[in-house]
C-alpha cells in the first residue's frame, strides 16, 4: 500500500513539475496550486526526518508532532551526542533511523519531508539536494545565507513540484493574522512607517550556547560542518555556536531582523524595499565573533499597489543593559498597531481637518488687528464640526490561550503536502523576499555601502562583484555515515 503510494508520487512528480513551472504561474512566477497530483493520502501518515538536530531542530520536531498524522522516521547530525538524544527522545517505541550524512536520508523512499535545520551556511544546499530528490522541504529562516543563493531554491522548488515552508512561524500566529485582517481593512490608514527592535542582554541571549565536554573530532563531523566554509582546524566554539561567524550564520540581521520582516511582508502584503542601509558595531561579546553584536537598519518600501511609500527601520542590541521593551509598531496615517508578545494593540486616531492655531504657534506674535481679522478668516473656513477628531481608540486583541503558531506553521505545510500543493504561507518566493534585505543588511554592514534591491525580480542592482567568492560544491563532502 505505502509503495504503491510512493511509486504513484513519484510517476507523478515529473508531471507535476511541468505543471508548476509553464502552465500554472501566478503572477511573479509562483506556480499555483497543482491540483492533486501529489496528494498524500488523507490516511496515509505524512513521514518526515529531521535535518539538524540541535535546538531548533529539537523545537521544529516537536511543533511537527503536535499535529496528527505525521511520523519522524530519520534524523541527520554531525554530533554524535545529539543523534543519540534524539534516539531517547523519539525513538523510545522504534528504532530511529540516524545518520552523520544528510544524502542518506534524502535517498531513504520511507521519507517524504524534511526538516532542514542546519546552521544557515546548509540551508541552500540541503534544501536543493532534497527537492532533487523528491522530498517536500520544511525549511528553518533565513531561506539562504547569502543574496546568490536564493533564485537557485527557488528554482529548484518550482522543477520539483513539492511543497516547501520557510521557518518564521510567528506569521501563523492568531495576532499576525488579525495584524493583517486590521491593515487590509484599511483600520490605521495608509502606512508610513514601521519601527521594530529585539534586544537582549545574556550570553545565552546573544548566542554563547553551552558546549558538551565530550565535544572532539571524535564525536563531531567538522568536515562536513565546514562544508563550503573556508577549511580551518577543529574549533568546537565555531561548531556550537556558529551563529557568532558569518562562514555559517547570518548575524542578527539573518537570525532575528529576518522574523520582524517576515511579519511585516506578511501583514502589508509588500514585496519588500529597494534601498537597504544598515550600521553596526561588535559593543560587548568580544568572545571571538566576527559578527556585530548592535545593528540598526533602515529599508526604503517605494509606493505599490498594495501599500504607500514607507519605512522600515529596524534595531538588535545584544549589550542593552537598560530597559528593554521590544515591540514591533506599525505606523498609519489613522493609527498605529503594535505588538506585544502574542497580542496586539490598535489605536486609532485621525487628525480633524480644522488645523487649529494657538499654543506653541506663531498667532500670538501677530499684532492685535491682524490676530483678529486671522480668526475672522478662520471662523469661515472651518465650521465647529471640522474642529474636533473622534475620540482616540483602542482595540486590544488578545490570541487564544492554546495558539500553537509553531505547530500551526506545520500544520500549514502538512495540508499542503496532502493536498499536492506548492501555496503555504511562506514559500520560497515569500521566504526569500523577506531573506534577501536582510542579507542585504549584513553587505551593507560589511561593505559600508546602500544597498539596492528589486524586490520584484528579486535581483540586487549593485552586487560586489565577484558576485560569489566561495562556489558552493559540497559533492567532495566525504561520506562519514555512522549511524548510532
Ligand atoms: N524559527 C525560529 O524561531 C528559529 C529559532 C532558532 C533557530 N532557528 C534556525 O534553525 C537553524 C538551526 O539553529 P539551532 O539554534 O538549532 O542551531 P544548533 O547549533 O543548536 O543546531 C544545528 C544542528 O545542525 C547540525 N548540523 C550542522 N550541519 C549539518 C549538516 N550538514 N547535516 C546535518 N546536521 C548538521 C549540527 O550538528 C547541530 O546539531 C538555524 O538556521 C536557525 O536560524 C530558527
Given at each position: 500500500m505505502q509503495s504503491n503510494r510512493r511509486t504513484f508520487i513519484k510517476s507523478l512528480s515529473a508531471a507535476s513539475a511541468l505543471i508548476a513551472t509553464e502552465?500554472?504561474?501566478?503572477?511573479?512566477?509562483v506556480p499555483a496550486y497543482i491540483p492533486n497530483l501529489m496528494k498524500v493520502s488523507p490516511n496515509d501518515k505524512i513521514r518526515f526526518a529531521t535535518i539538524g538536530m540541535g535546538i531548533q531542530g529539537n523545537f521544529d520536531t516537536q511543533a511537527a508532532l503536535r499535529n496528527p498524522d505525521v511520523e519522524l522516521v530519520g534524523v541527520a547530525d554531525l554530533y554524535t551526542g545529539r543523534l543519540e538524544h534524539a534516539k531517547t527522545a523519539y525513538g523510545k517505541d522504534k528504532d530511529l533511523f540516524t545518520t552523520r550524512d544528510h544524502r542518506e536520508i534524502l535517498a531513504r523512499s520511507d521519507v517524504d519531508a524534511v526538516l532542514v535545520v542546519t546552521p544557515d551556511h546548509w540551508h541552500d544546499h540541503i534544501t536543493i539536494a532534497a527537492l532533487k530528490a523528491g522530498k517536500h522541504v520544511y525549511c528553518?529562516?533565513?531561506?539562504?545565507?547569502?543574496?546568490?543563493?536564493?533564485k537557485a531554491v527557488i528554482d529548484a522548488w518550482k522543477k520539483s513540484g513539492k511543497t516547501m515552508q520557510v521557518g518564521?512561524?510567528?506569521?501563523?500566529s492568531a495576532a499576525f493574522q488579525e495584524a493583517k485582517r486590521l491593515v487590509e481593512a484599511g483600520e490605521i490608514g495608509q502606512i508610513n512607517y514601521i519601527e521594530s527592535n529585539n534586544d537582549r542582554f545574556s550570553a545565552i541571549g546573544a548566542w554563547d550556547y553551552s558546549i558538551p565536554p565530550d565535544a572532539s573530532t571524535q564525536t563531531v563531523d567538522w568536515d562536513r560542518f565546514l562544508g563550503d566554509a573556508p577549511k580551518r582546524p577543529f574549533d568546537e566554539k565555531r561548531f556550537f555556536r556558529w551563529r557568532n561567524y558569518k562562514d555559517y550564520g547570518t548575524g542578527v540581521a539573518g537570525d532575528l531582523f529576518i522574523h520582524l520582516i517576515t511579519g511585516v511582508h506578511f501583514v502589508t502584503n509588500t514585496m519588500g524595499p529597494t534601498r537597504i542601509y544598515s550600521s553596526g558595531n561588535l559593543a560587548y561579546w568580544k568572545d571571538g565573533r566576527d559578527v556585530p553584536d548592535i545593528m540598526a537598519c533602515i529599508m526604503d518600501y517605494p509606493k505599490t499597489e498594495q501599500h504607500e511609500a514607507f519605512q522600515m527601520v529596524l534595531r538588535v542590541n545584544f549589550?542593552?543593559?537598560g530597559k528593554i521593551n521590544d515591540v514591533t509598531r506599525i505606523i498609519g496615517n489613522e493609527g498605529q498597531i503594535e505588538f506585544s508578545e502574542n497580542n496586539l494593540i490598535m489605536t486609532k486616531k485621525k487628525l480633524p481637518i480644522a488645523p487649529g492655531y494657538g499654543g506653541y504657534d506663531s498667532f500670538f506674535t501677530f499684532t492685535e488687528p491682524v490676530q483678529q481679522e486671522f480668526v475672522k478668516g478662520y471662523d469661515a473656513k472651518y465650521p465647529p464640526e471640522t474642529r474636533t477628531s473622534e475620540p482616540v481608540k483602542e482595540v486590544k486583541f488578545t490570541a487564544p490561550k492554546d495558539d500553537d503558531a509553531h505547530a500551526k506553521h506545520f500544520a500549514d505545510f502538512f495540508d499542503n503536502v496532502r493536498k499536492g500543493s506548492?501555496?503555504?504561507?511562506?514559500?520560497p518566493v515569500f521566504g526569500f523576499r523577506a531573506a534577501a534585505p536582510v542579507l542585504a543588511c549584513n553587505e551593507s554592514f560589511f561593505e559600508q555601502k546602500v544597498v539596492h534591491w528589486d524586490p520584484i525580480t528579486m535581483t540586487?542592482?549593485?552586487?560586489?562583484?565577484?558576485?560569489?567568492?566561495?562556489?558552493?560544491?559540497?559533492?567532495?563532502?566525504k561520506s562519514t555515515t555512522k549511524k548510532t
Open positions: 502552465s500554472v504561474a501566478k503572477p511573479f512566477g528553518e529562516k533565513p531561506m539562504v545565507q547569502h543574496l546568490n543563493e536564493g518564521s512561524q510567528r506569521i501563523s549589550a542593552n543593559a506548492q501555496g503555504t504561507l511562506e514559500d540586487q542592482k549593485n552586487p560586489t562583484a565577484p558576485t560569489s567568492t566561495r562556489k558552493k560544491t559540497i559533492a567532495s563532502t
